[in-house]
């Protein structure tokens, strides 16, 4: 190789260095009030993005807007189901369209605080992103009985489950947790409770299994490593710098208080199949969706390592489609988009969906859930 290629290659390398510098520094970030653009200001076609807000607004979920009504009605088949946690009745449909940082589509209430349901697992993660990131996690595969001094993690298959497993909803772990018992939620539609109870358990790992009560175990756990309330920590070092409002609230259930440090505090809970959850307006979704766009970083701050932000997408081994705590799109789930895209969902069609390759995110509140590829698709459509 001559020695004027080789100073050419540095120079072209020293130049893309420069050129992705300039490019992120002149990145928008919103400021209290969020700039809006036109879809043309923006490169995308304005009819579809119009299209594709009339298509929300037109298909929202059919769903009481008494939750408590609507929670009963669907898990009324769990053995023992009852509302452990706060529930607010829902609004209509809302959500918003931002492109390189800028609004430039909303439609309903953005300012409404709504539950968000299972979504509140994709801020669950985040806090395990943030204990890797501090070192209070040493490994994604350690096991967790190495962190938590309790008895969840005892017994030959407790304690082989790692964070890694807890983050994909692998670990099968069996028993109870503030009242609730892991086969209780979501139960097989054969058997009875003892078929449940005296399953054969899988490989910590191996089965992919939706289940909120293990869900809640993983907040419970982080709770011990952070030693101090989560929603205070995901104020600190998410919502505070991100510029969210001060209107979310993150709840966990009635009887969910443990001993930290001689203080009661309640752990929260990672959705609100039982009530509870992250409460929030659709603006401060997004500010939490264009986090993640932007790999972890809001203006000049690295808030979440971006090892961390590209790990989350990554297709899990029990589920292809399941990342830590965030819906992947390997298996086509959302349609003839990007395999890259992800995204956050939650009960009664709550999203979240990030588009990293063109700096876009979608939020969507109370959205028929059989319609959200129909949106995804049109809005990518009016990509020019």
């Not at 807890?166 to 503030?178: K, N, P, V």
Request: charged share 20%.
């Amino acid at each position: 190789m001559s020695l004027n290629f080789k100073y050419a290659s540095l120079l072209f390398l020293i130049s893309l260095c420069c050129f992705q510098l300039v490019n992120a520094q002149n990145l928008y970030y919103p400021d209290a009030n969020w700039e809006h653009k036109s879809p043309k200001e923006v490169k995308m076609n304005a009819v579809l993005v119009d299209s594709a807000k009339n298509f929300a607004l037109h298909h929202e979920i059919n769903l009481d807007k008494d939750l408590r009504t609507a929670l009963y009605k669907s898990w009324n088949f769990e053995p023992g189901y009852h509302i452990q946690g706060p529930v607010r009745e829902r609004g209509n449909a809302a959500g918003v369209i931002i492109k390189n940082g800028y609004i430039i589509s909303q439609w309903g209430d953005v300012d409404r605080v709504d539950m968000t349901f299972s979504c509140t697992k994709s801020y669950l993660s985040t806090l395990a992103g943030l204990a890797l990131d501090d070192h209070l996690i040493k490994n994604i595969d350690d096991k967790v009985r190495n962190y938590v001094w309790d008895d969840k993690f005892e017994g030959e298959h407790n304690a082989k489950i790692t964070w890694r497993h807890l983050l994909t909803q692998s670990s099968d772990w069996s028993g109870q947790l503030f009242s609730t018992y892991d086969w209780a939620d979501r139960p097989p539609k054969t058997g009875g409770i003892d078929d449940w109870k005296n399953r054969k358990l899988n490989e910590p790992g191996t089965f992919f299994k939706y289940n909120d009560v293990r869900v809640n175990l993983t907040a419970f756990s982080l709770l011990q490593i952070w030693r101090k309330p989560l929603p205070q920590v995901l104020q600190d070092r998410i919502m505070d710098p991100i510029g969210a409002s001060t209107t979310w609230r993150w709840y966990g259930y009635d009887d969910a208080f443990v001993n930290v440090g001689g203080v009661m505090t309640q752990s929260v809970s990672g959705g609100g199949h039982h009530g509870g959850g992250l409460f929030i307006n659709t603006l401060d979704h997004a500010r939490f969706g264009l986090l993640f766009d932007r790999m972890g970083k809001w203006k000049n701050q690295q808030l979440v390592s971006a090892n961390w932000v590209n790990s989350v997408n990554q297709p899990s081994t029990a589920n292809k489609s399941y990342g830590l705590m965030w819906w992947t799109n390997q298996q086509n789930d959302l349609g003839n988009v990007s395999k890259d895209i992800y995204y956050a969902a939650g009960y009664g069609g709550n999203y979240i969906v990030i588009d990293h390759e063109h700096d876009l995110v979608m939020v969507l509140r109370w959205m028929d859930n059989k319609k959200l590829n129909d949106f995804i698709a049109i809005v990518e459509s009016a990509l020019e």
